[in-house]
Each structure stands twice: as C-alpha cells, then as structure tokens.
C-alpha cells in the first residue's frame, strides 16, 4: 500500500482517508501545509496522481486519519463496554 509520486492512490487507502476524514481535515491541511483542498480532494479521489507538491499535504491528511481512527477505536471500546453492561443488567 505504498504512496508513489507520479500514481494515483490505490482503493483501500482512498477508502481509509475517505472514512476516517472530513472536509475540515482538508481544510485544515491547506492552512498548514498550502496545498489546497481541490488537490487534496482530488487525489483521494484518485482522479490526479501524487505529486512532489501534494504528497506533503496528502501525509498530513492520512496523519489526521490515523488519530481519527484511534479515537474511533477508542469510542467504540467504550460504547460496547457500557452496552454489554446494559445487556448483562436485563
């Protein structure tokens, strides 16, 4: 699942920023690194290949995935905790 310059992203990682991502991620990524949202946007969705320019901003986004899938998983720990402890009590 590697990231090369010159080649569109593969499906799985298109999907993963797709779900772990919003638009304000891509907005907040142009702030920090300058590379816009239309790029961002259209590299995840595989109509332009990875550029020198934007594979900058495309790591911060798949950064801002990966926190956003810990915290994800962190909720979902806690949610089946608490329901299995509703399920155990009826």
């Known amino acids: 699942m590697d990231v090369v310059i ?3 992203i593969n499906e799985d990682l298109k999907t993963l ?3 772990n991502t919003e638009s304000s991620d891509r907005s907040n990524v142009f702030i920090e690194t300058g590379v816009s949202t239309s790029t961002l946007r259209d590299v995840c ?3 332009i290949p990875v550029t020198q ?3 900058i901003g495309l790591k911060k ?3 801002i995935a990966f926190g956003n899938a810990q915290k994800r998983e962190s909720s979902y720990k806690r ?3 608490y329901l299995a402890k509703i399920l ?3």
Do not use: P, Q
């Open 6 to 8: 010159g080649e569109i």
């Open 17 to 19: 920023i797709l779900n």
């Open 45 to 47: 969705y595989r109509k």
């Open 53 to 55: 320019y934007s594979i």
């Open 61 to 63: 986004l798949i950064e």
């Open 79 to 81: 949610d089946k905790k």
């Open 88 to 90: 155990d009590t009826i």
